[in-house]
């Protein structure tokens, strides 16, 4: 079957398990499929299906591995909640690949059951199979170069064979017949302290001292060109594949390593030798070439340049902290722009706002955090920068820090203390501040702000029949409808042991908590299923509104709460006067 059959076909079984109205398929590349019903209004279904599919990329369950609810994000005309559509969502991932999102759409689904969470899991692994279409990387032997995950912007195959060069525990050196060196790997250059680019195209008896394979002090005491190369070729680089010892004359005078080479038929460079370079025995690499390598084991990004901006000194870490290819920010050259290394606003930093920059310019220390954008990833850098005399001039040195660990940890920390941890909505200090700023802005743009206050009934008869896991199960549940019965810039919080408040901003003076009200009696009135057993939740409601500043966070929640309990006292005196 064609794929693109296949996907509509997966779409409406997405469709029908789930009774919606509309299904979707969203690619990270920002592709949307969707199958509509009949049902749904011709006008606009499928841009508003299609908008609703490109907000939920946005969502932060959409990386996840789990089912979640969105809703649209702005509704047209007056808010309603018959009008207003809602998904229920599945990740799409194809082996460690994120490719999008299956969703189904109708207006404020209800939860589903176990039968069609498991289905529509399924039907997105069926999506995840038709979207992996082959790649570029293929060959009829297989695939040559596997990127995890969506590779950054630029990646190749042969970035990623220069990344495994340059990190090769030996040096490596290329040499055509003829004797021009055509690639060496960074190691080589650490291992005997010669500049990568000062060495490429050079004869390769300009760097192995004739007296280690001639007994001759000079090459021109040699003979011919030919002599020459095949004194070094031969018995040096390994033409039988042999090993050797090959003596550098680098910038720290002689140094001894022992070689390994082996004769390549290049489609690309003809006829070549692939030598393998590595210290004899016990014996280290030159002074700086041993700082060079202990730099590089730092975690930490070190650079430092002189009071030309000229860079003195680089380590790996601080490369990869900037954003920069392993050939950038190099000894000798200008300190390089990075276009991954944003502000905190996420504007990217030009060389002369740079804390190294500033610093070096301003005298002054200078720090800053900084975002990076690695791929996908966002790491959180923190740049310490201080004037440093350098010679005969002021140059500055920069600290780079990888503390991504540090602010997600103090993430989880911020929200555990700001959010209820059974349900995940927010707790009362949340509230508190969020209803704050509500109450604030309404002095300054007007509008209204609406405060629905909710007490489930019998709860404790559920705790008792069947359990506190069933309890703590329907608390989750009702938390994560009343989410989808709101708009993201709502607050829904748990104050209590079954009492929760929404929270809703209204640009309109005149409050819309009716719309509001209905629209979470609408999605909490479905049974609530947990396995074989099915329970029917109810909830006091009531809700009160402010539309100046005068209220205080406190005096509004305590108004709500009476609401909420006249309508309690209300519906048990109506109860009570039922005859039996």
């Given at each position: 079957m064609p794929a693109d059959l296949s996907i509509d076909a997966t779409l409406r079984l997405a469709r029908d398990l789930c009774l919606g109205v509309a299904a979707f398929c969203v690619t990270t590349g920002g592709t949307v499929r969707s199958e509509i019903s009949d049902v749904m209004p011709p006008d606009d279904a499928e841009q508003r299906v299609a908008a609703l599919a490109l907000s939920c990329m946005t969502h932060p369950g959409a990386h996840g591995r789990s089912?979640?609810?969105?809703?649209?994000?702005?509704?047209?005309?007056?808010?309603?909640?018959?009008?207003?559509?809602?998904?229920?969502?599945?990740?799409?991932?194809?082996?460690?690949?994120?490719?999008?999102?299956?969703?189904?759409?109708?207006?404020?689904?209800?939860?589903?059951?176990?039968?069609?969470?498991?289905?529509?899991?399924?039907?997105?692994?069926?999506?995840?199979?038709?979207?992996?279409?082959?790649?570029?990387?293929?060959?009829?032997?297989?695939?040559?170069?596997?990127?995890?995950?969506?590779?950054?912007?630029?990646?190749?195959?042969?970035?990623?064979?220069?990344?495994?060069?340059?990190?090769?525990?030996?040096?490596?050196?290329?040499?055509?017949?003829?004797?021009?060196?055509?690639?060496?790997?960074?190691?080589?250059?650490?291992?005997?302290?010669?500049?990568?680019?000062?060495?490429?195209?050079?004869?390769?008896?300009?760097?192995?001292?004739?007296?280690?394979?001639?007994?001759?002090?000079?090459?021109?005491?040699?003979?011919?060109?030919?002599?020459?190369?095949?004194?070094?070729?031969?018995?040096?680089?390994?033409?039988?594949?042999?090993?050797?010892?090959?003596?550098?004359?680098?910038?720290?005078?002689?140094?001894?390593?022992?070689?390994?080479?082996?004769?390549?038929?290049?489609?690309?460079?003809?006829?070549?030798?692939?030598?393998?370079?590595?210290?004899?025995?016990?014996?280290?690499?030159?002074?700086?070439?041993?700082?060079?390598?202990?730099?590089?084991?730092?975690?930490?990004?070190?650079?430092?340049?002189?009071?030309?901006?000229?860079?003195?000194?680089?380590?790996?870490?601080?490369?990869?902290?900037?954003?920069?290819?392993?050939?950038?920010?190099?000894?000798?050259?200008?300190?390089?722009?990075?276009?991954?290394?944003?502000?905190?606003?996420?504007?990217?930093?030009?060389?002369?706002?740079?804390?190294?920059?500033?610093?070096?310019?301003?005298?002054?220390?200078?720090?800053?955090d900084l975002l990076l954008h690695e791929g996908e990833r966002l790491v959180h850098v923190a740049v310490s920068a201080r004037p440093l005399r350098v010679e005969d001039g002021d140059g500055a040195i920069a600290v780079l820090r990888d503390v991504t660990a540090d602010r997600e940890r103090q993430e989880h920390l911020t929200h555990y203390a700001l959010h209820d941890p059974l349900t995940g909505v927010a707790n009362r200090y949340l509230l508190d501040d969020a209803l704050g700023r509500m109450l604030d802005g309404l002095v300054r743009r007007g509008g209204s702000v609406s405060l629905v206050y909710l007490d489930l009934d019998n709860f404790k008869a559920i705790n008792d029949e069947h359990g506190h896991e069933i309890g703590d199960e329907v608390l989750r549940a009702v938390a994560r409808r009343l989410e989808r019965a709101v708009r993201g810039e709502d607050v829904v919080a748990r104050i209590g042991g079954d009492e929760f408040v929404v929270a809703h901003l209204s640009g309109e003076r005149l409050s819309d908590g009716d719309t509001v009200v209905a629209r979470i009696r609408k999605v909490l009135s479905a049974p609530y299923r947990f396995g074989d057993l099915a329970l029917d939740v109810r909830a006091s409601v009531g809700w009160v509104s402010a539309s100046t500043g005068g209220d205080t966070p406190q005096a509004l929640i305590s108004r709500a709460d009476r609401a909420m309990y006249e309508q309690k006292t209300a519906r048990r005196t109506q109860v009570d006067r039922i005859p039996a």
């Open positions: 089912l979640f609810w969105s809703a649209e994000a702005d509704e047209t005309g007056p808010p309603h909640p018959d009008s207003s559509l809602a998904c229920v969502v599945a990740p799409i991932w194809s082996g460690e690949q994120w490719r999008g999102l299956l969703g189904v759409v109708d207006v404020w689904l209800p939860e589903l059951d176990q039968e069609q969470r498991d289905g529509l899991l399924g039907l997105a692994a069926q999506l995840a199979r038709e979207l992996a279409a082959p790649s570029s990387h293929e060959t009829e032997r297989g695939p040559a170069f596997v990127p995890l995950g969506s590779p950054p912007a630029g990646a190749s195959a042969e970035r990623f064979v220069d990344e495994v060069l340059d990190n090769l525990p030996e040096g490596l050196v290329v040499t055509r017949a003829d004797g021009r060196i055509v690639l060496v790997n960074r190691t080589f250059s650490t291992l005997t302290g010669l500049d990568m680019d000062s060495v490429l195209g050079e004869d390769v008896t300009a760097i192995v001292e004739p007296a280690a394979a001639t007994g001759v002090e000079r090459w021109e005491d040699l003979g011919t060109q030919d002599e020459r190369l095949a004194a070094v070729l031969e018995p040096l680089l390994g033409r039988s594949g042999s090993s050797a010892t090959l003596v550098v004359e680098g910038p720290a005078g002689r140094e001894t390593f022992r070689a390994d080479g082996r004769r390549l038929e290049s489609r690309f460079a003809g006829d070549c030798f692939v030598t393998l370079v590595r210290a004899v025995g016990g014996q280290t690499a030159p002074h700086g070439s041993r700082i060079q390598q202990l730099l590089d084991h730092i975690e930490d990004g070190i650079v430092c340049t002189d009071a030309h901006g000229t860079v003195l000194i680089a380590n790996r870490a601080a490369r990869r902290l900037q954003g920069l290819t392993h050939d950038q920010l190099t000894v000798g050259e200008p300190f390089p722009a990075s276009t991954a290394l944003c502000t905190a606003q996420d504007q990217p930093v030009a060389v002369d706002d740079h804390p190294l920059v500033r610093s070096m310019r301003e005298g002054m220390p200078v720090d800053e």
